[in-house]
């Protein structure tokens, strides 16, 4: 059941939001570090736990993979919300590092590309 996996999901963000807000005490920062973030390791630890083998199996299983599959692009996505209006207050400095950063990854996805491939299916590429 899919509530399984919205328990868990809320689980592991309170806690992960509490171990952020402590972290930024620590380290005297009026401000969470980081707990969004520890909250999907939470999650990912969790969902992979022997602890929590009854709840990842039949139904309530569909419901913690679904969670554990869209907690990570929401995280990348206000991550990146939060970047961009950083940087626009920023200035333009900022923007164009972001700019070019965007710009040099989307340049090494084919190099990375083929760090990945075999030496033989290269020379097949390669033959055509």
């Known amino acids: 059941m899919i509530v399984y996996g919205v328990a868990?999901?809320?689980?592991?963000?309170?806690?992960?939001?509490l171990a952020g807000e402590s972290l930024g005490a620590l380290l005297g920062?009026?401000?969470?570090?980081?707990g969004v973030g520890i909250a999907m390791l939470?999650?990912?630890f969790a969902s992979n736990s022997q602890s929590f083998k009854a709840l990842t199996q039949d139904s309530a299983?569909?419901?913690?993979k679904f969670w554990s599959a869209m907690y990570?692009?929401?995280?990348?996505?206000?991550?990146?919300?939060?970047?961009?209006?950083a940087a626009v207050d920023g200035g333009l400095l900022a923007l164009l590092a972001?700019?070019?950063?965007v710009l040099v990854s989307f340049a090494l996805v084919p190099v990375l590309s083929r760090l990945g491939k075999e030496p033989a299916a290269l020379e097949r590429e390669r033959s055509g």
């Open 8 to 17: 868990l999901l809320s689980v592991c963000l309170i806690l992960g939001m």
């Open 42 to 44: 939470f999650l990912v």
């Open 61 to 64: 299983a569909t419901g913690i």
């Open 72 to 85: 990570i692009p929401i995280v990348v996505a206000m991550a990146a919300r939060q970047n961009v209006a």
């Open 98 to 101: 972001g700019v070019a950063a």
């Open 29 to 34: 920062v009026n401000a969470n570090v980081g």
